[in-house]
């Protein structure tokens, strides 16, 4: 439009132009009001959409603490030799991952060791996960696969026909005999409804409607655990619940790895949840006392749910004959659930010093979880695998006391840890000298973490600690590959891991899932000729697997200490039968058996090298003054 104080005079003669003119000089002015406004509002948005925070899935990188010499210890060989093919093992997990990078997809899956037709060979069950119902490859069907095996480290593929074949995405897995009628049943969690297995003489029936342990369909449930909470004989059911996740506020948010493109997320990004606890009623079912029994804790600022579930490890703390409940939570603190003795747990986590980490005053990345007598004065560790650039944890404390302090450190196993994604975490004896040993399984969650983190990579070796003793400089020595051979040290995406002695020679061998990719199977093929004692037991006026039982053996003047209980690691389940290593010594001199709710009992031991049966009620009482 021309400007009116350029117009030629004849403007003055045309009211149409006139007006035009006064219109324009109108409009101009609203228009650079108008800019004037509108610029920097628009500068407010573009600032905001340049420099919106992203949120980054992964730690930033940190300098790893370099590794304590071990002072010239000298380790046994402890060879570790892969063989998962070679036994009849093919299968491979499925993530369901199609490129949306869901959370889920980097967490699962679980394995079990179990012997679910009774025919004293340890068999292995693998959880699987499976397509979303989005994924136009949903129809395809991913199950659960049992492998029978024969004793001799060979396995037959027997899913289909022990009914193990739902498709489900799956997570993890517990075992035990919940309805005392003397086999193995499996509860499976999973992203959805949860499902519980009877095991009818080696075929399963899915009993999850009539048991009532379903969970809730939205929900994302982890490691699970059968347990004696109340000391009435029946198995009762506890199951971690991790975040509270869903498709649709999964995509909604901005992961990066990298600052462009789209990273899985981190658990802070998800609100918590509860986990279930459920009481075994004798008839079949089970009742949700979750709430009732105080397992339910909410954050202290914003009375929001807090529990980030992932590991479970039952165990009785305080040694006063009762089971308590230690819970890893993923960067919120872990719980400890104290058994009151009346249906109730006070949660004491913070008071008992295993919360956060002692060093930082922070919540770490949990993962896998397990305890143990640790040493000969039964000192209770708690170990407990945490994020990369996070060292696992060893929480320690005295005989009867409930107050912990972390030796990952100074017994020296925290340095070397903090360069893995510690998922899978578990205490075995792998030479049988008596002295426990630690086993982590590694595995990061990003493909391209490298990229990002040089001291990272995705496929990560696991790690074995050989306990070298409490006098030594260093207690707990990682084993380099001179010693458990180049099998053990290939880099894989562990998760769940899990120990039996699946051929039958007295030492445990090692199973470690991993996440979309082929498990792998460790024939323990140490070289020491240590002898050993494996023992199972069965319960009468407990429960029939005799879990939670605490055995106790006699050793030239050593008392070795294990407890019966399949829950362990991550997402997995053990053996059942306790191993003793010997050691050199080729005779023990008794085992007492302090069953669940009940008395002691001491049993003679005229043979070692061997796997010994004991049963509640055919051993000697233990008087006070014994």
Same mark, same amino acid.
């Given at each position: ?422 998922? $899978?975490?578990? &205490?075995? =004896?792998? +030479?049988? /000298? @008596?002295?426990? *040993? ?5 595995? %990061? ?50 998760? $769940?891991?899990? &120990?039996? =002695?699946? +051929?039958? /020679? @007295?030492?445990? *061998? ?5 996440? %979309? ?110």
């Amino acid at each position: 439009m021309t400007d009116p104080q350029t117009m030629p005079d004849f403007a003055d003669d045309h009211p149409d132009i006139e007006n035009d003119a006064v219109i324009g000089t109108a409009l101009r002015k609203s228009l650079m009001l108008f800019v004037a406004v509108a610029i920097p509002v628009f500068a407010f948005f573009i600032y905001r959409n340049i420099n919106r925070e992203r949120q980054y899935s992964v730690e930033t990188e940190v300098t790893l603490p370099e590794v304590r010499e071990t002072g010239g210890t000298l380790i046994p060989s402890l060879t570790m030799t892969e063989v998962s093919q070679q036994s009849g093992i093919d299968f491979v997990h499925q993530s369901g991952r199609c490129g949306d990078r869901l959370l889920p997809e980097t967490m699962g899956s679980g394995v079990a060791v179990l012997d679910f037709n009774n025919d004293e060979n340890l068999d292995i069950l693998f959880v699987n996960s499976c397509y979303w119902p989005w994924d136009d490859r949903h129809e395809t069907k991913t199950p659960c696969k049992l492998y029978a095996g024969n004793g001799n480290l060979q396995f037959t593929d027997v899913s289909e026909e022990a009914g193990l074949n739902d498709n489900i995405y799956g997570m993890g897995v517990a075992v035990a005999d919940y309805d005392n009628d003397g086999d193995s049943d499996v509860f499976l969690s999973a992203v959805g409804r949860n499902h519980l297995y009877r095991n009818d003489d080696g075929r399963f029936q899915d009993v999850t409607s009539d048991a009532s342990v379903g969970g809730g369909d939205d929900a994302w449930s982890t490691s699970c655990g059968f347990l004696d909470y109340n000391n009435d004989g029946l198995l009762d059911l506890f199951v971690c619940n991790y975040v509270a996740w869903s498709k649709e506020n999964d995509l909604s948010q901005d992961f990066t790895l990298d600052g462009e493109t789209r990273a899985y997320g981190p658990p802070r990004a998800f609100s918590g949840t509860y986990s279930y606890l459920y009481k075994n009623l004798g008839d079949g079912s089970f009742e949700d006392v979750s709430a009732s029994s105080g397992i339910q804790i909410r954050n202290d600022d914003t009375d929001v749910p807090l529990g980030k579930a992932m590991g479970l490890a039952p165990v009785d703390v305080n040694r006063d004959g009762w089971i308590d409940l230690i819970v890893a939570n993923d960067t919120v603190r872990n719980f400890l659930f104290e058994n009151n003795r009346d249906g109730t747990f006070s949660e004491t986590g913070r008071l008992s010093g295993i919360a956060f980490d002692r060093s930082t005053g922070n919540a770490r990345g949990a993962m896998g979880i397990d305890t143990a007598a640790f040493r000969d004065d039964e000192t209770l560790a708690i170990g407990i695998g945490n994020f990369a650039n996070e060292a696992s944890a060893l929480y320690m404390t005295r005989p009867g006391r409930s107050q912990f302090i972390d030796a990952a450190m100074y017994t020296g196993f925290g340095p070397p840890t903090r360069k893995g994604l510690t998922f $899978g975490l578990f &205490f075995f =004896d792998v +030479d049988l /000298d @008596g002295r426990l *040993d630690l086993l982590g399984a590694n595995g %990061h969650l990003e493909e391209e973490i490298a990229k990002t983190q040089s001291t990272q990579r995705y496929e990560q070796p696991p790690q074995l600690f050989w306990n070298a003793g409490r006098e030594a400089k260093t207690e707990l020595v990682l084993v380099d590959e001179s010693n458990v051979g180049s099998d053990f040290h290939e880099p894989i995406v562990g998760r $769940g891991a899990a &120990f039996g =002695d699946f +051929d039958n /020679d @007295g030492d445990e *061998d090692v199973v470690i899932s991993t996440s %979309h990719a082929r498990p792998v199977l460790f024939r323990n093929d140490q070289a020491t000729e240590h002898h050993y004692l494996r023992v199972k037991l069965e319960g009468k006026s407990c429960n029939r697997d005799a879990i939670g039982a605490i055995a106790q053996l006699s050793l030239q003047g050593r008392t070795l200490s294990r407890t019966v209980m399949p829950t362990r690691s991550y997402l997995s389940q053990c053996e059942k039968t306790v191993t003793f290593g010997l050691g050199t010594s080729e005779e023990a001199d008794s085992i007492t058996i302090t069953w669940p709710g009940g008395s002691p009992e001491r049993f003679e031991i005229k043979q070692v090298d061997q796997t010994v049966l004991l049963t509640q009620g055919e051993g000697t009482p233990v008087t006070d003054s014994q």
